[in-house]
């Protein structure tokens, strides 16, 4: 038998928790999810639009390293589909977002922007116009 895979969550490790999911709630209207751990300990995680989004505290002494500017081996990014990327992006600016990449057409029928997220997460919003051909081929 096969196992049968699909996304349940992504999980970010944070100095300061409280202040990222203040940045997720502000600029993406993310929800608390409040409760209690079978150890007793307190938790809050981030609905994003059916995003499971786990954030647990590091210690305060914790490196953080910076993005790097070049694609690198590893996780790169978090990645969230808008239906228009250039409303997104000023939303997100007037909402405060730092912007590391205006929207760019990397391909036909498909834009991208980046903003910064705390602790050097780089969130990219893509906007697809046109199906691509292995969103296709799976049907």
């Known amino acids: 038998m096969q196992s049968a895979y699909s996304y349940d ?27 209690v751990q079978s150890n007793g ?5 981030l609905d994003l639009n059916g995003l ?15 993005a790097p500017a070049a694609a690198y081996v590893g996780l790169d ?30 391909r036909p029928g498909v834009r991208i922007a980046f903003i910064q997220g705390p602790d050097n997460v780089r969130i990219e919003l893509l906007q697809r116009t046109v199906i691509e051909i292995s969103e296709a081929a799976g049907r």
């Open 77 to 106: 990014h978090l990645g969230l589909r808008v239906k228009d990327v250039d409303a997104a992006i000023a939303e997100l600016k007037r909402r405060g977002a730092a912007v590391i990449k205006e929207p760019v057409t990397i």
């Open 41 to 45: 300990i307190p938790r809050t995680d």
């Open 52 to 66: 499971a989004i786990f954030i647990s505290e590091v210690a305060g002494g914790a490196v953080i390293p910076d």
């Open 9 to 35: 969550h992504i999980h970010l490790r944070s100095r300061n928790p409280e202040a990222t999911i203040a940045f997720y709630e502000k600029m993406f209207d993310a929800k608390r999810v409040e409760f």
